[in-house]
């Protein structure tokens, strides 16, 4: 399968715990994107990377989230000291430079205790 | 976060009836794009649309992209049991650091046999 892979597809923390997942573009792709997305509600913008450089981040990426792609591959999302309000499904996806059709992974679905 | 407004909010429908929902934005946007979503996994891209007044198919969907570039519509010809799911636009502005995409909260098809 060479679409985007996202792991792990589903975590349950506590509180004030650390969680980071990985996203895994679709193989040629040099553009990454992260996305949130609550119940009942469209996927957010949070971040998007171009090859390695993270060109832009949205208002709703707050200091307890960073995201990294070291290598222009794979990327991480972090999120430190997790809130109850961080429970969402947190969806990557991919394009081929500025193409505008992005593909999405399955997901994490995150849930906070 | 800003998000489309899609309607309707959600359609119930007999198999073999056709299917039309649309997306406004107070916003111009440089490309629709139109999802489908099915429970616990990414969006699936359908159909992109790139310039104002635009028609495209694809298979039993056809969107087109408004002529104001404010607004754009789904068609869905003779809906099947494995239409059912959720349907997302989405828009692009592109360049000027907004190259991430906003979603609509989605259209939810249920098909009745």
């Known amino acids: ?113 | 976060g800003q998000q489309l407004n899609q309607s309707p909010q959600s359609m119930f429908i007999q198999e073999g009836e056709d299917v039309s929902m649309n997306c406004t934005s107070s916003s111009i946007f440089n490309t629709w794009l139109w999802y489908k979503q099915d429970p616990g996994e990414g969006p699936v891209l359908l159909i992109a649309l790139y310039k104002a007044g635009e028609l495209t198919s694809n298979g039993r969907l056809t969107a087109q992209f408004g002529i104001t570039r404010k607004d754009s519509f789904l068609n869905i010809s003779a809906s099947i049991p494995s239409d059912v799911g959720i349907y997302f636009c989405a828009g692009q502005r592109s360049g000027g650091g907004a190259d991430g995409l906003t979603f609509g909260k989605g259209t939810h098809l249920i098909i009745q046999p």
Not at chain 1, 76 to 81: F, H, K, S, V
């Open chain 1, 1 to 113: 399968d060479t679409g985007v892979s996202q792991n792990p597809r589903h975590k349950i923390t506590k509180r004030g715990q650390n969680v980071t997942f990985r996203c895994d573009p679709i193989s040629e792709h040099n553009r990454l994107y992260w996305y949130r997305q609550t119940l009942g509600q469209g996927p957010e913008f949070l971040t998007y990377f171009q090859n390695e450089a993270q060109l832009e981040k949205s208002r709703l990426l707050s200091d307890r989230f960073s995201a990294e792609r070291p290598k222009g591959s794979f990327s991480t999302l972090e999120i430190q000291r997790t809130e109850q309000g961080d429970s969402a499904m947190y969806l990557c996806a991919s394009s081929f430079n500025r193409a505008p059709e992005q593909y999405f992974g399955p997901g994490t679905r995150l849930t906070v205790t």
